[in-house]
């Protein structure tokens, strides 16, 4: 069974910047997957931010591109760490944000359908 394990998040003023990190491990037997980030706000649906391939090929929402960054580290023997970093955040990306991985995957789009697993969600709250 995938596990996808968050942590990072917290409350910053608007400008600052924060980090997500994101550990998945048991999914060696997936041939092609990718990890992405989405977040939600109350009554509203949940929204891609950025997303990653195998190959490293990335994808961000236009509203988060220049500001936030996608990485990753490992493999999917050792576990791979997915990384959000996000800088000069508005109130606007304030949310629950979510790690998700699909299993099968050969671009890494920005639509929870796509995605199997997910983690609890961390929250970001950005003051004005």
């Known amino acids: 069974q995938v596990q996808v394990v968050q942590s990072g998040g917290g409350s910053v003023q608007t400008g600052g910047s924060l980090r997500l990190s994101c550990v998945a491990s048991q999914f060696e037997r997936m041939r092609d997957y990718c990890f992405a980030w989405f977040r939600q706000t109350p009554g509203q649906e949940r929204e891609g931010v950025a997303s990653i391939d195998k190959r490293n090929r990335t994808n961000y929402l236009k509203l988060v591109q220049g500001r936030f960054t996608i990485s990753r580290d490992g493999d999917k023997k050792t576990g791979v760490t997915l990384y959000l970093q996000m800088d000069n955040l508005q109130p606007g990306d304030s949310g629950t944000y979510y790690c998700?991985?699909?299993?099968?995957?050969?671009?890494?789009?920005?639509?929870?359908?796509?995605?199997?697993?997910w983690g609890r969600g961390t929250q970001v709250t950005v003051a004005s």
């Open positions: 998700a991985v699909a299993g099968r995957c050969w671009t890494a789009r920005l639509i929870p359908g796509d995605y199997e697993f």
